[in-house]
């Protein structure tokens, strides 16, 4: 019940892994250091190995905890901010005078903590949606209920959610869309190599086990299992690659309900529109057509029953973390041990912190910035965007590459860049969720039920351009080609990313290099596609656009050769085109944030601090925001599904094609650091 569709491009992956235990007290972690000069591995030649000597020490002394798959240093702020909202939360809960939204996230709080009251009412609260599935005796009451899962948040067979118009971005548009999945990529599905194979029978198995405890037979469950591979296996084979849609125009098809509804006639498309709870529309735009032409012959050719085993399954596994004990120990022993390597789940309070802040976060969110968010951070934050896209002005001015005919087209799109810092403007309005004490499961499902009523409510709307799509207690940032503007949670605007006494060198290295990266966003092989009211519409002469297809292709096959894993099952390369996107982002924010820094340093002469250089600490500072520790059932996943390259070579990849860096450290041309053929698109 935590489906949210969102079209954004941000600087790291946010994943929400939610399972279910054990409840600890410890005190709010101190604060992280923005700068780390303990981290640092001085044995390393900087020049022979950059990640390694910024990180090296901080890589041996911190190894993954058992309840993570992966831990870097912006994993240790996501850490403290949980630790911050568990203090919120536990205070709302408590007796005593609250707003009406303290008491909404308190009480949602409460109810998910209260291990006891949920482990009573046992299957309880599937027990009516499994009844509905049972009545299902139609195919038309199958795609009725398809919309009726919709409506509650519940993802199954294909997606449908509201986006603005890739061509008059001002309106909000109904988008139709490939989906249904379990597994976290098509691949899994379709890859025939060893480890899929093993990664399909343990999903299998893993199918089986919570079939019967949803109250199945043995036997029953395992030829259940079965069919909901089998279903999932259709839907994938008639995906769209993830690679293949990063280009926006895979995904441009615009029609009316009439001609969709008419090339795949088994969906009973008209049935779906009138029955999911969205307002009545006449166009949409469908992202895969291909998608519902094909799974259109297998909705007939696959029984009936079949069908509604795989509702069955859609519905238990998102209903999981809800559940008592037994449900969250089997979705955990599969999601959160096979397929990433964590060693334990998560104590409670941290997956009900988390919960709350996906189902209710902007409610959570207010009152964390009220407590943590001063008018200080907003303000100098500003000054660097600012600073930064000066930079960036600057950098298109300087291509040799580009035509003054683009580079004006350019500036135009850059100038009209819309810069969100913390939070919202306006809250949500949580006040029509019904919450609970004593009803977690429920709690979940009406407020994932509003969230799609208020996706759906912006059909046919002029576009919300005040919307978030991260709540403020967020560790990340995000770029949205439609929209054309950065946009800065709260939540990073901390160590090690942005420290209120640190040097304006560790700072341009931190926040700046985030927002340089989010302003590259705009202008990379994606946000490129878009002009600056964020339509996708060409404005490149020929010339310039091949010019920059040659340059982001460098960049492609550069971190193609980068080894993401190498275990016992091989090694696993890097896909530099699924991590084009974010590696152009990376070498253009880390070039401006530098252009940036330069201009605010001038002509003072400035000493070194900790005996490293300005330039030295900028680049250091940069390189430690991605020290990591990561399993590699967690690499080899992200491999997959992660548009981000792994910490080792967002920090070395983007460190070998700049010039400044090599000079800050004096490195020498045959040196590994010093690429031989620097890749360079802005
Ligand atoms: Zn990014």
New binding site residues.
């Given amino acids: 019940m935590k489906t949210h569709f969102v079209c954004v491009?941000?600087?790291l992956l946010a994943v929400a892994l939610c399972s279910a235990q054990t409840n600890s007290a410890s005190a709010v972690p101190k604060e992280i250091p923005a700068f780390d000069v303990t981290a640092i591995d001085k044995s390393i030649d900087p020049c022979v190995d950059f990640y390694q000597y910024a990180c090296g020490n901080w890589m041996k002394n911190n190894p993954i905890p058992p309840d993570k798959a992966r831990w870097g240093r912006f994993d240790e702020l996501a850490e403290h901010n949980l630790y911050l909202l568990r203090d919120i939360l536990t205070e709302a809960q408590a007796p005593g005078k609250h707003s009406p939204a303290e008491t909404m996230v308190g009480t949602f709080y409460g109810a998910c903590m209260d291990e006891s009251g949920i482990e009573k009412k046992g299957t309880a609260p599937l027990t009516p949606e499994l009844e509905k599935i049972n009545a299902i005796a139609t195919k038309r009451d199958l795609i009725k209920h398809v919309a009726y899962l919709h409506r509650n948040g519940f993802p199954a067979l294909f997606a449908f959610y509201s986006q603005p118009d890739m061509h008059d971005s001002m309106a909000t548009v109904a988008n139709l869309d490939q989906g249904g999945l379990t597994l976290p990529d098509r691949d899994y599905y379709i890859k025939d190599d060893a480890k899929s194979v093993e990664t399909r029978q343990k999903y299998v198995e893993h199918v089986q086990k919570m079939m019967e405890m949803a109250g199945d037979k043995s036997e029953v469950a395992a030829e259940e299992a079965k069919t909901v591979l089998a279903v999932e296996t259709g839907l994938a084979k008639a995906s769209m690659d993830r690679t293949v849609r990063r280009d926006p125009k895979t995904r441009d098809h615009k029609m009316t309900v009439e001609e969709i509804v008419g090339q795949a006639p088994n969906f009973d498309l008209a049935l779906y529109f009138a029955d999911n709870g969205s307002p009545k529309f006449t166009s949409l735009n469908v992202g895969n057509p291909d998608f519902f032409k094909q799974v259109n012959e297998q909705l007939n050719a696959t029984p009936l029953d079949q069908w509604k085993v795989y509702l069955r399954w859609k519905v238990i596994n998102d209903f999981a973390p809800a559940l008592p004990k037994a449900f969250v120990d089997e979705n955990f022993q599969f999601n959160g041990k096979y397929m990433s390597g964590q060693q334990e789940i998560e104590p409670r309070w941290k997956r009900c912190v988390r919960s709350t802040d996906i189902l209710l976060g902007m409610a959570l969110g207010k009152l964390y910035v009220d407590r943590t968010f001063g008018a200080e951070g907003k303000e100098r934050t500003l000054k660097m965007v600012q600073g930064i896209e000066s930079a960036m002005h600057e950098d298109i001015g300087d291509l040799t590459w580009m035509s003054d005919t683009t580079k004006k087209k350019a500036y135009e799109k850059l100038q009209a860049i819309v810069n969100n810092i913390g939070y919202p403007d306006m809250w949500r309005d949580y006040s029509s969720v019904v919450i609970k004490a004593d009803d977690y499961a429920g709690n979940a499902e009406r407020a994932s039920a509003f969230e799609v009523h208020r996706e759906y409510n912006k059909i046919d709307k002029p576009t919300d351009r005040k919307d978030w799509t991260m709540t403020p207690p967020t560790v990340n940032a995000?770029?949205r080609p439609p929209m054309n503007d950065i946009n800065f949670p709260a939540g990073i605007l901390q160590p090690p990313f942005y420290g209120k006494l640190m040097d304006d060198a560790v700072n341009y290295g931190g926040i700046g290099v985030v927002i340089g990266?989010?302003l590259t966003?705009g202008f990379d092989d994606q946000g490129r596609k878009y002009d600056a009211e964020g339509n996708l519409h060409d404005w490149w002469t020929a010339d310039d656009a091949k010019e920059f297809v040659k340059r982001s292709d460098c960049t492609a096959d550069e971190y193609s050769s980068f080894v993401s894993v190498k275990d016992d099952k091989g090694e696993v390369k890097l896909n530099g085109r699924l991590t084009l996107?974010?590696n152009t982002?990376?070498n253009g924010g880390l070039k401006l944030a530098y252009i940036a820094l330069m201009h605010v340093i001038g002509n003072t002469p400035v000493k070194p601090i900790d005996g490293y250089t300005p330039a030295q600490r900028f680049f250091l500072s940069f390189g430690q925001i991605w020290c990591q520790n990561v399993t590699d059932q967690e690499a080899r996943k992200r491999v997959l599904t992660d548009?981000?390259s792994p910490g080792r070579w967002r920090a070395n990849g983007a460190v070998q094609n700049s010039a400044a860096f090599e000079q800050a450290f004096g490195c020498k041309a045959d040196q590994p650091m010093v690429s031989a053929n620097a890749c360079r698109v802005w």
């Fill in positions: 491009i941000s600087i995000y770029y990266h989010e966003h996107g974010e982002a990376d548009p981000h």
